[in-house]
């Protein structure tokens, strides 16, 4: 794996403190704001390369797990370090609260059913975090419930893993002031005043237990095989070129290959 993507790794050999790390970082950037958003336009096409790659080997699928706070930016990066794949080849899933009829199931049932198949990419918008997140935060089960979360989530992304499913885990890492400015951007804005919500308000209020949360979620489940990456995301163009830089390395390392042609391609005219 490149060595610039190592910065963000967090693979369980050593403990991340998110209060450590920089939100406004532009570490390992080419250059500012306007270098690197001219430096994440290729980027953007290697990504459709690859992933045409992973579609015609059609053996092994890659998973993007986009975790963040509110305003955190999941959906930003969805739209920027996508727009150039083939949507075929891509599936996003968005995890909102549970139904009635999905909470009847265990935790990770919704979530096994949106895991991409062969050839593809799936994208999570949030995912099964939340169940050691505002789960934990807003106290919806007892605690050795979601203690206990930490060890099956572990087992069953190495259940993906053996099946040939490569899971990249992403925490968009913005600071409370930076939520604060784009929260107030939603309410001035009426074209983005959807966006928010006074529920909104509430999870900022509890900002601190978030984080602690988010660190043990990241703690517990970063492994060498499943790690997280910790993305400093203050900055929007910092973070569409971090990620992209992750799923490049990752897509690199797992190396698609083009499936063999059929014999006696060469001798083919047609008229
Ligand atoms: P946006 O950033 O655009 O607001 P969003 O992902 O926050 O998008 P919302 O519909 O605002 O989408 O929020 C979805 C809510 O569902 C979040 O508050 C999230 O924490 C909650 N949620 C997701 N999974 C679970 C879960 N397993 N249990 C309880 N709540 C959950
Ligand atoms: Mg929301």
Redesign the pocket.
């Known amino acids: 794996m490149a060595e610039h993507v190592k910065r963000w790794r967090v693979d369980g050999s050593k403990a991340v403190h998110l209060h450590d790390v920089d939100t406004r970082s532009r570490d390992g950037a080419p250059g500012g704001k306007h270098h690197t958003r001219a430096a994440t336009e290729p980027l953007v096409e290697r990504l459709a390369e690859m992933q045409n790659r992973l579609w015609a080997e059609q053996q092994r699928s890659l998973l993007l797990v986009l975790q963040a706070m ?2 955190g930016g ?2 930003g990066t969805i739209r920027k370090v996508f727009t150039g794949v083939n949507p075929q080849g891509v599936r996003v899933a ?5 139904t009635t009829h999905e909470l009847a199931h265990d ?1 990770l049932w919704r979530i096994h059913r949106e895991v991409p198949g062969r050839g593809e990419i799936g994208v999570f ?2 995912s099964h975090y ?2 050691v997140l ?2 934990r935060v807003e106290e ?1 089960v007892p605690e050795p419930v979601w203690q206990g979360r930490y060890a099956h989530i572990r087992h069953f992304e190495d259940l993906l893993a053996d099946a040939g499913t490569t899971v990249v885990k992403v925490f968009l890492h913005i600071s409370k002031d930076e939520q604060a400015e784009r929260f107030q951007a939603r309410l001035d804005t009426p074209e983005k005043r959807w ?1 928010f ?1 006074a529920a909104d308000l509430d999870v900022r209020a509890k900002w601190d237990r978030y984080q602690e949360a988010y660190e043990d979620a990241i703690n517990e489940t970063a492994t060498e095989r499943n790690p997280w990456y910790v993305v400093p995301a203050d900055r929007k163009w910092y973070r569409d070129w971090a990620i992209l830089q992750i799923l490049l390395g990752t897509l690199e390392d797992m190396d698609p290959q083009y499936p063999d042609e059929e014999e006696g391609l060469d001798q083919v005219v047609i008229d």
């Open positions: 509110d305003a999941k959906d968005s995890f909102k609260a549970p935790f918008n949030r939340e169940d505002i789960v919806l966006k919500s």
